[in-house]
């Protein structure tokens, strides 16, 4: 059953995918200076399609414990960079 936009928008990985997307990508964010603003930024599958993050996340171990991280700190969000 697809779920819909506004179940998944209640979801923990939507959270973290929307946060990912306001720090790399809103100023004002206070935390912004740390990502968007050192020129970190989303893979470009990823920026408007929750839908293409979920199944990356999925396919790569995501649960709902464990959070997002970035393999090189100074490197973007995206799937080679990323690990749950």
């Keep these: 059953m697809e779920l819909t936009k506004t179940v ?5 990985l939507y959270r973290i995918w929307q946060n990912i997307k306001n720090r790399c990508y809103n100023t004002n964010t206070s935390k912004y200076k740390y990502y968007g603003g050192r020129g970190i930024t989303m893979y ?18 995501y649960t709902s414990d464990l959070s997002i991280d970035r ?14």
């Design 8 to 12: 998944k928008s209640k979801t923990r």
């Design 44 to 61: 470009k599958e990823w920026i408007n399609s929750f839908d293409s993050f979920s199944e990356w996340a999925i396919e790569n171990g």
């Design 71 to 84: 393999i090189n700190n100074d490197g973007n969000y995206e799937p080679n960079n990323c690990r749950w």
